[in-house]
């Protein structure tokens, strides 16, 4: 049995099905075309991570120096294998949860190599080509500690390859489940791949306020890295970015302006 024909009977039947047919539109065997999804799945993980392309950069180098593939002990077993891997593998995370419509098509953790001012990082990464609806990494606590007060949500975003959109979010929760404010950064979405940029949300937070759920959301494939979050008290001056408020705080543009 071929290596095409190992990774063909180790699938379900549905999936099997669904091989079958796209094979029959691309004119291949479904053992083919399952072997070429794979190869495709492996190299697209390999380009989404630097530490990967430069290992990989490195196997290919030693490939065509001893012009074989066989019998090279690669260094990225090693590295992959070493203390950073565990930490990056640190799951559940303490207070943290991932949710979202499809939260199993994305992932967490924490990641050690990855810092932002010598701050460790938490990540929130699609898993597959085609990751459906958002992931987010979040949690909840209670609003006690600013009733009444302008809170501003603030952290460091570091994005890779971001297809749709990812951003920052913050909701303020009442009795009954009365959602009282929310913003997910919609309107200014994180977008491709960027280096480390401050973000910030800011709502208020009413008499009635129960808790506050806060967190990082992606919807797509790529991944994010979040790191320096912080929680401040702010004035009225600073104004909120809450996505559900109809009117602003107070009239605007009396002079016509503009």
Known sequence: ??????????????????????????????ASYAANLLSLAVFQDIERSAALREQWNQMEREALEKGSWEGQQFSILEKLQGEPAKKREETPMKNWFLAGSHKHDYEQGIDADTTFNGKKSAYLKS?????????????TFQASAYLNKRLRYSAYVKSEEVENWAGLWMRIDGSQAKMLGFDNMQNRPIKGTTDWQPYEIVLNVPQDSTNIAFGILMEGSGQVWLSDIRFT??????????????YPDQPENLDFAG
């Not at 008290?233 to 109809?246: F, G, H, I, Q, R």
Request: with cysteine.
């Open 233 to 246: 008290e702010v004035t009225a001056e600073v104004s909120v970015t809450d996505l559900t408020k109809s």
């Open 127 to 139: 898993k597959g080509l085609e990751p459906e609806g958002f992931g987010t990494l979040m949690q």
């Open 1 to 30: 049995m071929n290596v095409q024909t190992r990774i063909y009977v180790t699938l379900s039947p549905r999936v099997r099905k669904a091989l079958e047919l796209c094979a029959a539109l691309d004119g291949s065997t479904s």
